[in-house]
């Protein structure tokens, strides 16, 4: 599964570098906090949003990254668990675990679900801050990226509509952290610029995580773990940090997709404690 990730991953960026969009910002340890990449956005008034249409960013879910499946399949095998697969691009039940807006388990099911996959930034907030200026082989690009792209609450999704930080953000706090920094990492690789309301809404947010990084490049999810219910197990800082949550996982899947595997006694004993039925062959690390 992880060789898949990264081949989607090359053909991704190699489908960017010919639309000519930028590189995105370094990830990991080495990548620049969000609020150092925010600080190099342009900053200015809305656009008209005269010419928008859906059509101006390419068809709907195309299979860009040329894998077979669109990239709304994509984005549900990337970040469900627990998935029921018709075929490899026909996903018909799994769980977002949980989901990244409200902090709560939601139940997918193809046809009759209440999960939604949204652009992080918005379509019509991308128009409006320079995605107008961009060709249409990056607009499509921007509308595709999994960077750009998460399973969420539908009905989440659909009160946010095309707003940006500084007119909602996801009611789980303990998110918004991660949900602005992806934000400005978009930003930054589209060249698009932020409103000064915007700015300054986002630079509220990340003055309560000032180490927060820009997010990876979208191959894997970044929500911090959660408890389901809406509680969270984080323990230390709720303002995105990277401390060990304490949270008893359904299956490897969940804690895979959580960031959390490998589960080792020795580093995390009262984690291991609680998905010691995790740990098959009982060495001591679950989910290796």
């Known amino acids: 599964m ?26 990991g340890a080495d990548a620049p906090t969000a609020t150092t990449v925010l600080s190099s956005l342009p900053v200015k008034g809305r656009a008209p949003m005269t010419g928008y249409a859906r059509s101006q960013f390419g068809q709907a879910w195309a299979d860009v990254d040329r894998n077979g499946c669109d990239t709304r399949t994509d984005i549900l095998k990337r970040d469900l668990v627990e998935r029921q697969m018709a075929n490899r691009c026909k996903v018909l039940s799994g769980v977002l675990y949980p989901d990244p807006y409200t902090g709560r388990p939601l139940t997918y099911v193809r046809g009759r679900s209440v999960v939604d996959i949204d652009h992080v930034v918005a379509l019509g907030n991308a128009w409006a801050t320079g995605a107008q200026q961009l060709t249409r082989g990056e607009r499509t690009a921007l509308a595709n990226d999994p960077l750009n792209l998460l399973a969420v609450q539908a009905s989440a999704n659909r009160q946010k509509g095309d707003g940006d930080a500084a007119t909602w953000l996801p009611s789980n706090k303990r998110y918004r952290c991660s949900y602005v920094a992806r934000q400005v990492a978009v930003k930054a690789k589209y060249r698009l610029w932020v409103t000064k309301p915007e700015k300054s ?5 990340l003055g309560t995580c000032p180490g927060q990084r820009v997010p990876r490049d979208g ?65 001591g690390v679950a989910c290796e």
């Open 219 to 283: 191959t894997l999810p970044d929500p911090a773990p959660q408890v389901p219910g809406g509680g969270s197990g984080t323990t230390g800082s709720a303002t995105g940090s990277t401390s060990t949550a304490l949270v008893s996982y359904p299956n490897c899947d969940a804690v895979r997709a959580a960031g959390a595997a490998p589960i080792r006694k020795a580093a995390t004993p009262e984690l291991y404690a609680l998905n010691s039925g995790l740990d098959r062959d009982k060495d």
């Open 201 to 205: 809404a986002i630079a509220r947010v």
């Open 2 to 27: 992880i060789r898949r990730l990264w081949i989607t991953a090359i053909a991704t960026t190699a489908l960017l570098a010919g639309a000519g969009v930028a590189a995105p910002p370094a990830s």
